[in-house]
């Protein structure tokens, strides 16, 4: 099973700041790591799939990088909304894996 | 408009049996994988299963192998999950999560169903 470890697990930033997330896998995924937001009470969204590319209705503002075992999810500037939870799942190998999450909080 | 709506959920004592169910609309059900997702209250996202669109091929975590058994009509637009010999460590909110095209995302979830295994 491939180990997905989230850094850090909070985050503490303010509106209009940058926020960089990080994903480290136990082994390679290639470029087969996804992103998601998840806000309370409410299921999870798909930010960003195949590492970089954002999902449909994703605003620029979030942005994917990374291949291999080190991943980074960039939020360029913070809208009040962007806080929540993030998470990153591998989609290399069977079984799926996600990462612990990160949560960006208004600090 | 797309949706997936999760029902099923419910109190089990440990070693019951439960079956959910997850009702799609909004889009042709028979053209894409899908999968179980759960959430222990207040902890991270644990996938538990996934299933082709046709049902050939299915896909288990290792918590749940032997146990749990995805499956789907369909004719019914529905997905299932037969959770068998439950444990307290599968009490969690359960989602049914469709893949994209590309088989590279979850880009539709649904609300959620709540099993709690509990004596």
């Known amino acids: 099973e491939i180990l997905l470890t989230q850094s850090p697990a909070t985050l503490s930033l303010s509106p209009g700041e940058r926020a960089t997330l990080s994903c480290r896998a136990s082994q390679s995924v290639s470029s087969y790591l996804a992103w998601y937001q998840q806000k309370p009470g409410q299921a999870p969204r798909l930010l960003i799939y195949a590492a970089s590319n954002r999902a449909t209705g994703i605003p620029a503002r979030f942005s994917g990088s990374g291949s291999g075992t080190d991943f980074t999810l960039t939020i360029s500037s913070l809208e009040p909304e962007d806080f929540a939870l993030y998470y990153c799942q591998q989609r290399s190998n069977w079984p799926l894996t996600f990462g612990g999450g990160t949560k960006v909080e208004i600090k | 408009e797309v949706q997936l709506v999760e029902s099923g959920g419910g109190l089990v004592q440990p070693g019951g049996s439960l079956r959910l169910s997850c009702a799609a609309s909004?889009?042709?059900?028979?053209?894409?994988?899908m999968s179980w997702v759960r959430q222990t209250p207040g902890k991270g996202l644990d996938w538990v299963s996934a299933?082709?669109?046709?049902?050939?091929?299915?896909h288990y975590g290792d918590s749940v192998k032997g146990r749990f058994t995805i499956s789907r009509d369909n004719s019914k637009n529905t997905l299932y999950l037969q959770m068998n010999s439950l444990r307290a460590e599968d009490t969690a909110l359960y989602y049914c999560a469709k893949e994209q095209d590309s088989y590279d995302g979850f880009d539709v979830w649904g609300q959620g169903t709540m099993v709690t295994v509990s004596s």
């Open positions: 299933i082709s669109d046709s049902g050939h091929s299915t």
């Open positions: 909004g889009f042709t059900f028979s053209s894409y994988a």
